[in-house]
T-cell receptor
């Protein structure tokens, strides 16, 4: 198995632009998580899905952030409009039984 | 308020010696604990876990100890190797009716193993 796949690996954009991050979970995993990592706050859970349904989005910072999981093999995290304080590494993870497996992350820089 | 705390942001150890990474938690409802290792430019990778019904779990050079009364867990690496140099995250979760909940992560400890 290729593991969790994220794209793009790096994204540089200007303030106000829309950013879309993509994730393909491990086949057969029924839970998917989006995290954000910053120096100040560490690894924060933004949202997680169970069987493609959003279960807890209390970590989503504000309405500029939205996430979808249209099917079991794909999820997106969208930021519109982006701001410099959104600069961080965004990780996607999927879980089968008890252990979460992380993707390599997307490093986002908003200028 | 942080529910999972790793109070040492960094640790330096000589190759061959023991590395001890510590983690404290505040929520007594946590019943499953994990350690993840993270190299630069990669995602965290699962290392070892322990259920609250145990006080020790061992996997090769890695051993995790859990002290529920002190709400403390530690990761021991013996012997430490230069390839162990990475950031180590402690994480905890609780069981909701048979389904494991979210992971709450500490901020990580950067381990440097010197040759």
């Amino acid at each position: 198995d290729a593991g969790v796949i994220q794209s793009p690996r790096h994204e540089v954009t200007e303030m106000g632009q829309e950013v879309t991050l993509r994730c393909k979970p491990i086949s057969g995993h029924n839970s998917l998580f989006w995290y954000r990592q910053t120096m100040m706050r560490g690894l924060e859970l933004l949202i997680y899905f169970n069987n493609n349904v959003p279960i807890d989005d209390s970590g989503m910072p504000e309405d500029r952030f939205s996430a979808k999981m249209p099917n079991a093999s794909f999820s997106t995290l969208k930021i519109q409009p982006s701001e410099p304080r959104d600069s961080a590494v965004y990780f996607c993870a999927s879980r089968g039984f008890e252990t979460q497996y992380f993707g390599p992350g997307t490093r986002l820089l908003v200028l | 308020d942080q529910q999972v705390k790793q109070n040492s942001p960094s640790l330096s150890v000589q190759e061959g010696r023991i590395s001890i990474l510590n983690c404290d938690y505040t929520n007594s409802m946590f019943d499953y604990f994990l350690w993840y290792k993270k190299y630069p430019a990669e995602g965290p990778t699962f290392l070892i876990s322990i259920s609250s019904i145990k006080d020790k779990n061992e996997d090769g050079r890695f051993t995790v100890f859990l002290n529920k009364s002190a709400k403390h867990l530690s990761l021991h690496i013996v012997p430490s190797q230069p390839g162990d140099s990475a950031v180590y995250f402690c994480a905890a979760s609780m069981n909701y009716g048979g389904s494991q909940g979210n992971l709450i992560f500490g901020k990580g400890t950067k381990l440097s193993v010197k040759p």
